[in-house]
C-alpha cells in the first residue's frame, strides 16, 4: 500500500489525462496552495471521496436483510430455483 496525503492506495499508482475547464483548475490551485498540498493530491482525494460515496453498499451491509420476514430463506431459494 502506498500513502500519500492520508489516502490509501493498494497497487500502484497511474498517471491519467483529464480535460479539466480552466476555473477548475484556478479553484484547485487556489485549494491547494491554502491546504500545503499539491493540486494532483487534491484531486487523488477528491477522486477517491467521489468512489466511496457513490460505491454499492458492501457485503457486510446485506447480512441481516431476511431477520424480518416471515419465510424462511432456504424454502425461499428452493420455491424460486423449482420455477426454473
Do not use: C, N
Request: aromatic residues 8%; positive net charge; hydrophobic residues 35%.
Amino acid at each position: 500500500m502506498i500513502y500519500v496525503d492520508d489516502i490509501r492506495y493498494r497497487g500502484t499508482m497511474m498517471r491519467t489525462l483529464v480535460d479539466i475547464e480552466e476555473a477548475h483548475l484556478r479553484e484547485l490551485d487556489r485549494l491547494a496552495k491554502k491546504k500545503k498540498k499539491s493540486r494532483a493530491s487534491i484531486i487523488r482525494q477528491a477522486v477517491a471521496e467521489y468512489l466511496e460515496k457513490r460505491t454499492p453498499a458492501s457485503l457486510d451491509e446485506a447480512f441481516g436483510l431476511w431477520g424480518d420476514r416471515k419465510v424462511d430463506g432456504l424454502e425461499y431459494q428452493e420455491k424460486i430455483r423449482s420455477e426454473w
